[in-house]
C-alpha cells in the first residue's frame, strides 16, 4: 500500500501564488485579502506582496495581516522601484504551480481568478488574460477621457508589435504557469508597468492565450502612479524587443538623453555667444555645465528612474557624474584628435569614434559609480 503521508496533497502549500505589486496601498491591503480570501473559496492561495518600501506603511499592514494569515507573504524593496521589476521578484519567490499577477488597488476584478485558473489547470492555454475589450469586459474605471485615448493608442501600438493576438496588451491582470514564467524572466527587461507584453514579446513562440472578460474599477483609495515616464518607458519597451535586446534599454535611454543635451549644449552655446556676446571659452565652458547637468537630471529622472538619487546622494551624484563625463569628454577629444591628425579617419568618422567611446564610457562608469545597476 502506498504511504498516504508521502502522496496526499498537502494542504500547506498554494497551488496559486497572486503577486500584488504595490506602492503606498496602505488603505487597500485588507479589503483585498478579504476579497481574495471569498473569490478563492476552495483554492489553495497565497498573496505576495511586493511593496518598494511605501512610505505610508503598506509593509507594516501586510505584516500585520500576515500575523494571523499565513497565506499573505511581504516583499519590501529598499531603494528600488518599479511595478514590473517588483512582479518579477515576487513571482520568482514563489513555489506554485501557477502565478497570478494583481494590482493592490481594488481595481483588478478578483471573481475572474477561478476562471483564469480553470483554463490554465488542464494545459489547454499558457497564458490568461483579463481583458477589459473583449464581450463582458470593461474599462470604466479609467479615471479619465484622457487616460481612455492614451490606452486606446498604447493598445494600437503594442498590437502593431505583438506576435499573438491580444485585445488588452496592456492589462495588468493575467495569470501563468509558474515553469513558463521561470522560463521567460531572464529575458525580461523589468522596466515599466508592461510586464504582460514583455512576457508575450519575451516568448521564444508564440503563447496560447485565453483572454477573460474583466471590469476595471474605479480606484477607491490612494493614487495611481502611472505618468508620462512610464509611457516613455513603455515605448523604450517596445523598441528594446524590437531590437531583439541588442543593446540594453537603458544604454539606450542614456544615448538619448546624451543627444538631447548636445542639443542644449549648442543651444546656451548659441545665446551665450550671439546673444550675451561672451568669450567663446567661458561660452563653451558653461555650456558643457549646463548640459551636464541638464543630462544628469534626465537620467536620473528616467534611465535610472528605479534607483532614482535624492537628498545629499543627489549632490554626491552630479558631482561623480561631471567628473566622469569630462574624463569622458577629454577620451573623446584626444581619440577624435589622434585619429584625424593620423589620417586614420576622415574628420567625420574620428569624430564619430572619439563621441561613440565617449558615450559608452560615461555609460559604462556613470551607470556604477554614480548609479549602481545590477
Ligand atoms: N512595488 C511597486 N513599485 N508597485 C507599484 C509601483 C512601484 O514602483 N508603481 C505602481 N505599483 C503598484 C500600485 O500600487 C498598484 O498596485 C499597481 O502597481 C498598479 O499601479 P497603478 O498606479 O494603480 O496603475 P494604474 O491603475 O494606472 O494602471 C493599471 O492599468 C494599466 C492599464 O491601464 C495597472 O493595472 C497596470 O498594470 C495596467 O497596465
Ligand atoms: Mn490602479
Redesign the pocket.
Known amino acids: 500500500m502506498v504511504d498516504a503521508t508521502t502522496t496526499a496533497p498537502d494542504p500547506c502549500v498554494p497551488e496559486l501564488t497572486v503577486v ?6 496602505r488603505a487597500n491591503v485588507e479589503p483585498l485579502i478579504r476579497k481574495l480570501d471569498a473569490a478563492l473559496a476552495g483554492i489553495a492561495w497565497e498573496a505576495v506582496y ?3 518600501n511605501s512610505p505610508d506603511g503598506t509593509t507594516a499592514e501586510v505584516r500585520r495581516i500576515a500575523q494571523t494569515d499565513p497565506r499573505v507573504r511581504c516583499i519590501r524593496r529598499i531603494g528600488r ?3 514590473a521589476s ?1 512582479v518579477i521578484e515576487g513571482a520568482l519567490s514563489s513555489s506554485a504551480p501557477f502565478i497570478a499577477v494583481m ?3 481594488l ?2 476584478d478578483e471573481t475572474r481568478l477561478p476562471d483564469m485558473l480553470a483554463s490554465l489547470r488542464g494545459g489547454a492555454c499558457d497564458l490568461a488574460v483579463g481583458s477589459r475589450h473583449v464581450e463582458g469586459g470593461d474599462s470604466a474605471g ?1 479615471s479619465s477621457r484622457f487616460r481612455h485615448s492614451l ?1 486606446g493608442l498604447g493598445i494600437r501600438l503594442a498590437q502593431a508589435f505583438l506576435p499573438v493576438s491580444l485585445s488588452d496588451p ?4 493575467f495569470m501563468l504557469p509558474r515553469p513558463l514564467f521561470e522560463q521567460l524572466a531572464p529575458r525580461l527587461t523589468g522596466q515599466g ?2 510586464i504582460l507584453l514583455d512576457l508575450v514579446m519575451s516568448a521564444p513562440a508564440p503563447l496560447r492565450v485565453a483572454e477573460i472578460p474583466c471590469r476595471f474599477h474605479p ?1 477607491l483609495a490612494g493614487e ?3 505618468d508620462v515616464l512610464v509611457l516613455a518607458q513603455f515605448a523604450g519597451l517596445l523598441l528594446d524587443k524590437v531590437f531583439g535586446g541588442l543593446l540594453p534599454l537603458r544604454f539606450l535611454t542614456f544615448c538619448l538623453v546624451g543627444a538631447l543635451g548636445v542639443a542644449v549644449h549648442l543651444a546656451v552655446l548659441t545665446l551665450a555667444r550671439e546673444v550675451g556676446g561672451i568669450e567663446f571659452s567661458i561660452a563653451q565652458a558653461a555650456a558643457t555645465v549646463v548640459a551636464m547637468v541638464f543630462n544628469f537630471q534626465l537620467n536620473n529622472q528616467i534611465t535610472y528612474r528605479d534607483q532614482r538619487l535624492r537628498g545629499p546622494l543627489l549632490w554626491r551624484g552630479l558631482l561623480v557624474f561631471m567628473l566622469v563625463c569630462g574624463v569622458g569628454a577629454i577620451a573623446n577629444i584626444g581619440i577624435a584628435n589622434t585619429l584625424y591628425e593620423n589620417h586614420a579617419a576622415a574628420w567625420t568618422l574620428a569624430g564619430a569614434i572619439g563621441a561613440a567611446i565617449g558615450v559608452v564610457w560615461n555609460y559604462a562608469v556613470s551607470s556604477t559609480l554614480v548609479w549602481r545597476t545590477r
Open positions: 500584488v505589486p504595490c506602492y503606498n496601498e511586493v511593496d518598494d522601484r518599479g511595478l517588483a494590482d493592490g488597488d481595481q483588478h479609467l490606452s496592456m492589462s495588468g491582470f508597468f508592461k480606484r495611481s502612479k502611472l
